[in-house]
């Protein structure tokens, strides 16, 4: 499975990003897939993610109202879009195949590179 992660930039608080993954490797109609974060010094978290075959989401609370994933089966792609964004979102946003978990723990069999995401207040 390779997965690669686009779209990270340098945003205002209040801004919107949209983080793009490009998966491929295998078929994916049984798998979950989604994205995680990690800032600095802490460790890494699960923000949402989603079933390729039904399109079920499912979302952190510190993101839910403001993040949405979707998926496009004909691109292989999965992307995370990012409204009203924190300074505390800042972090390297990872794509993830294979996500299980509830709660307070997820983990996943897949990571791509990651893309950092960086909000100034």
């Known amino acids: 499975v390779q997965l690669q992660a686009s779209g990270g930039g340098l945003v205002q608080a209040g801004g919107s990003l949209r983080l793009s993954c490009a998966a491929s490797?295998?078929?994916?109609?049984?798998?979950?897939l989604g994205w995680f974060r990690q800032a600095p010094g802490k460790g890494r978290e699960f923000v949402a993610r989603?079933?390729?075959?039904?399109?079920?989401?499912y979302y952190a609370d510190s993101v839910k109202g403001r993040f949405t994933i979707s998926r496009d089966k004909a691109k292989n792609t999965v992307d995370l879009q990012l409204n009203s964004l924190k300074p505390e979102d800042t972090a390297v946003y990872y794509c993830a195949v294979d996500v299980r978990g509830f709660g307070s723990t997820w983990f996943a069999a897949h990571w791509g590179q990651g893309t950092q995401v960086t909000v100034s207040s």
């Open positions: 989603i079933n390729w075959s039904g399109g079920t989401t």
């Open positions: 490797g295998r078929t994916f109609n049984n798998y979950v």
